[in-house]
C-alpha cells in the first residue's frame, strides 16, 4: 500500500492525487486514487471497531448515490480499523427492538446491500482480520472478495439466537457450495484465509504490500467473477433441498434441539422451502429473523453477549503488566504461559522437570496451531516463552503465578521461596482451585499483592478467569489483575476468597448428585441425557470424567471439610475408582471407557422432571449462597461466569436467571420437597425469600 493510501485509510483527511474527498466527520470517508479507483472506508466514528448500525447503513446508501452518479473504474470497500473489517451488526440496538421495526431496518438494509451489489464498475471488498455477521455479509455484496493473509470470515448469528438476516442465506449459498455455506451459518463457525480461498470466498489471499497488484490484476481481468457451480445448480431442485434438509435436521437436532434452539432449525426451514427463489428467500430470511428476535432464546443469548462484554469492561485501563513468570509446566501452567505469551507479553516458566518444559513448547505449538496462528505469530509465540529451569525470570516479573501441585505444604515453601526473589510491586498469584488463599498469608512476600487468578482447563477454549482477593488483598493489585486478564484476551469476574470461589463451589454439588444418582442404580446414561436434555454442554458424569476424578475429589474433600453449608455426601464409588487408578479421560478410563474416544450418552428411557431438579437445583441453590454472602458481586456475574466457565445452557441465560424466570417462589418450594426427600443437601439458602433483584 503506498503512503498516501494509508493515510487515507487511518486518517480523517486526504490528500490523495486529483481525489475528491467527502467530508471525514462521518462513519465512512470515499476518496479516488490517481488511478481513477474509488476508496470506500469504514471507519465507524468513537469506536475501537467497525460494527453496521442503522446510520452506518444510511450513510452508506448516500455514498453509493453519489458513486453511481459518476462511477469510478472500480469501487474497493475496506476497513480504516486496524482491529479487522467489521464484527457484525450493532446488538444494542437489536436488543430493544421489536418485530415490526426490525423487518423495517432489515428491509431498508437489504435495498443498500442492493445498490451496492448493482453497481455497474467492479466492486472489491479488501478484507483484514474479522468478517463477521453482517460486516461478511457486506462484502458478500461485492464481486470480489480479497483476503488480506489472517483475515476471518463468519456468520455466528445463530450464536445470538439468529441467523444471517442482510442478505447471506442468500448470497453465501450462491457464492459457495451450498452445503458448505449451510454448515457455516447453521454452527455459526468461521472460515480463516486459506480455508476461506478454498471454499471460494475468497478469490484472492495477498499480503497489505501486494493489495494493488491484486486490485490491478481484476481491473485486467485476470480474476474469474465466481458464478453459480454444479452443485449450487442442483440444489435449486426443490427434491435436492428436502432430502439434505433432512439430513440437516437430523444433525442439528442433535447439538441444538429445536425446542431450545430455533434458529438453525429455522434457517433449514427457508433454504428448504425458498432456496430456489431469491425473492422469495429474502423475504423470508426477514420475517424469519424478525420472528426469532423475540424468542427468549434470542434474548438469553443476546444478554449472555452483554454479559460477556460486561466482563472485558471490568478493567478500566489496558494494565501495567508485561513480564510474567509462571511456576510449574505441568499441564495448567503450560496452558497458562502458552496463552500469555500468544497475547504479546514475554513469559518465563520455571519447573523442576526439563521434559516438561519441553512438552510445555510441544503444546504452545499445537495452541498456535488450534487457534490458526501462521508461522511468523507462532514463532513470535515461541520467542516470548522461555524455559527458565532456575527462575531467573521472577526477578524482572511483574506478575508471577503459581501453578504447582495443591498440596498446602508445597505451596508455602513455594511462596516464601518467591519472595526472597521477587522485585518491588510485583504481583504474586496462585492458581489454586482449592485451597483458601487466606491460609497462606504468612508466606507471602506481601498479603496486598497476593491474589488467586483461577484459569480453567484447557485455557485456550474457557474464556473465564476467577480473580479472588482475600480480606488483605488491595485494590489496586485487583484493579491490575482484572486488567490483566483483559489484555491477555480472558474474562475476569472478582470472586472473594471463600471454599471453592464461585465456580468450582456451584458446579461440585451438581457433579456429586450425579454420582449419588448413579449409587442408587439410576444409569450414567440417563443422568448424563437429563443435564444435556436441561441444554448443558455435556452430562455431569462426562464432566466428571473430562474434568479428572481425582481433582473432583480433592476439591469435594476440601469443600466437605471448609463449608459451613452441607453439599452432597462423597459416593464410595468415586474414591474407588481414584484408588484404582480410573481418573477419568486422561487415564483412558473412569465412569466411562474412553479408549475410543468421547463417550456419547444415549438412552430410550424418559427423562423426568425429578431426575433433572436434582442435578440443577443443587447449582442454582449453589449460586444463589454466593450472591447472598458477596462471593460474588451480582446475579449478572455469577450467570456469566456459569455461562463461561461451564457452559451452562446458555440460551436460560445463566443459573439464576432461569430461576427468576421458573420463579422464585417455585425453586424454593421444589428445594424444600427436595430436602423432605433427599436430606439437608437440598436446604433451601435464603436468597430465595430475601432477594430483591429484577
Request: aromatic residues 6%.
Amino acid at each position: 500500500m503506498d503512503g498516501k493510501l494509508a493515510d487515507f485509510l487511518t486518517e480523517s483527511t486526504l490528500e490523495l492525487g486529483a481525489a475528491r474527498v467527502a467530508p471525514g466527520d462521518g462513519h465512512w470517508r470515499f476518496g479516488l486514487d490517481e488511478d481513477g479507483i474509488g476508496w470506500l472506508v469504514l471507519d465507524r466514528k468513537d469506536a475501537s471497531v467497525n460494527t453496521i448500525s442503522d446510520a452506518v447503513l444510511r450513510e452508506l446508501d448516500t455514498h453509493l448515490q453519489t458513486i453511481e452518479a459518476e462511477l469510478p473504474r472500480a469501487l474497493v470497500v475496506r476497513s480504516g480499523k486496524a482491529q479487522g473489517f467489521a464484527m457484525g451488526a450493532d446488538i444494542d440496538a437489536l436488543a430493544d427492538m421489536d418485530g415490526a421495526a426490525a423487518r423495517r431496518l432489515l428491509t431498508e438494509a437489504h435495498g443498500v446491500f442492493d445498490r451496492l451489489e448493482g453497481l455497474s464498475c467492479p466492486t472489491v471488498a479488501v478484507v483484514h482480520g474479522p468478517a463477521l455477521g453482517a460486516g461478511f455479509e457486506l462484502a458478500l455484496a461485492c464481486d470480489y472478495r480479497i483476503a488480506i493473509d489472517g483475515a476471518t470470515f463468519g456468520l455466528p448469528e445463530v450464536r445470538l439466537g439468529l441467523h444471517p438476516g442482510l442478505g447471506g442465506t442468500v448470497r453465501l449459498p450462491e457464492l459457495i457450495e451450498p452445503i458448505s455455506a449451510m454448515q457455516m451459518m447453521l454452527t455459526g463457525s468461521a472460515a480463516h484465509t486459506k480455508k476461506a480461498r478454498k471454499l471460494g470466498i475468497a478469490d484472492l489471499v495477498v499480503e497489505e504490500r501486494h493489495l494493488r497488484a491484486a486490485i490491478a490484476g481484476i481491473l485486467r481481468g485476470e480474476v474469474d467473477k465466481r458464478g453459480r457451480g454444479l452443485m449450487a445448480r442442483a440444489f435449486a431442485l426443490s427434491s435436492a433441498r428436502a432430502l439434505a434438509a433432512t439430513r440437516m435436521r437430523r444433525e442439528a437436532q442433535k447439538v441444538a434441539p429445536q425446542d431450545h434452539y430455533p434458529a438453525p432449525h429455522a434457517l433449514i426451514d427457508i433454504w428448504a422451502q425458498h432456496g430456489d427463489d431469491r425473492k422469495a428467500m429474502r423475504q423470508a430470511e426477514i420475517a424469519s429473523f424478525a420472528g426469532l428476535l423475540q424468542t427468549d432464546t434470542s434474548r438469553n443469548l443476546i444478554r449472555a453477549f452483554f454479559l460477556r462484554r460486561k466482563l472485558k469492561q471490568a478493567a478500566v485501563d489496558a494494565g501495567d503488566i508485561r513480564d510474567v513468570h509462571v511456576v510449574g509446566a505441568g499441564v495448567m501452567g503450560a496452558e497458562i504461559a502458552a496463552w500469555i505469551a500468544m497475547q504479546g507479553m514475554r513469559v518465563t516458566v520455571s519447573d523442576p522437570d526439563d521434559e516438561a518444559l519441553g512438552a510445555m513448547i510441544r503444546q504452545a505449538m499445537k495452541i498456535c496451531k488450534d487457534t490458526h496462528k501462521n508461522a511468523l505469530e507462532t514463532r513470535d509465540t515461541l520467542d516470548r516463552l522461555m524455559p527458565d529451569p532456575m527462575g531467573h525470570g521472577v526477578a524482572r516479573a511483574d506478575l508471577v503465578i503459581e501453578v504447582g501441585p495443591e498440596k498446602p505444604e508445597l505451596k508455602a515453601q513455594i511462596f516464601a521461596d518467591l519472595g526472597a526473589r521477587m522485585k518491588k510491586g510485583a504481583i504474586l498469584a496462585s492458581n489454586t482451585s482449592s485451597l483458601r488463599l487466606s491460609d497462606f498469608l504468612e508466606h507471602v512476600p506481601a498479603k496486598a499483592r497476593f491474589a488467586g487468578l483461577h484459569f480453567f482447563n484447557p485455557v485456550s477454549k474457557i474464556p473465564l478467569v476467577e480473580v479472588v482477593s482475600h480480606d488483605k488483598t488491595g485494590k489496586e493489585t485487583r484493579a491490575r489483575l482484572l486488567a490483566f486478564c483483559t489484555a491477555i484476551g480472558r474474562l475476569p469476574v472478582a470472586v472473594a476468597d471463600a471454599p471453592g470461589y464461585l465456580v468450582n463451589r456451584a458446579l461440585m454439588p451438581y457433579l456429586l448428585e450425579a454420582l449419588l444418582l448413579m449409587d442408587e442404580g439410576i444409569e450414567k446414561e440417563r443422568i448424563d441425557r437429563a443435564a444435556l436434555n436441561f441444554g448443558m454442554p455435556m452430562g455431569p458424569v462426562t464432566l466428571a470424567d473430562q474434568v479428572g476424578l481425582d481433582i473432583c475429589l480433592d476439591v469435594a474433600e476440601s469443600l466437605t471439610k471448609s463449608l459451613n453449608t452441607p453439599i452432597a455426601e462423597i459416593p464410595a464409588m468415586l474414591r474407588e475408582k481414584v484408588a484404582a487408578g480410573h481418573l477419568g479421560r486422561k487415564s483412558g478410563q473412569g465412569f466411562y471407557d474412553w479408549t475410543d474416544g468421547t463417550p456419547k450418552p444415549e438412552t430410550s428411557n424418559s427423562i423426568g422432571d425429578e431426575l433433572t431438579d436434582r442435578l440443577v437445583l443443587p447449582m442454582l441453590n449453589a449460586c444463589a449462597e454466593c450472591v447472598r454472602t458477596s462471593v460474588v458481586g451480582s446475579n449478572d456475574e455469577a450467570d456469566a461466569a456459569m455461562i463461561f466457565a461451564t457452559g451452562f445452557a446458555p440460551f436460560r441465560g445463566g443459573p439464576l436467571r432461569y430461576a427468576r424466570n421458573r420463579g422464585h417462589d417455585e425453586v424454593h418450594q421444589r428445594l424444600l420437597e427436595l430436602e423432605k426427600a433427599h436430606g439437608p443437601r437440598f436446604k433451601p439458602d435464603a436468597y430465595w425469600r430475601n432477594d430483591k433483584t429484577t
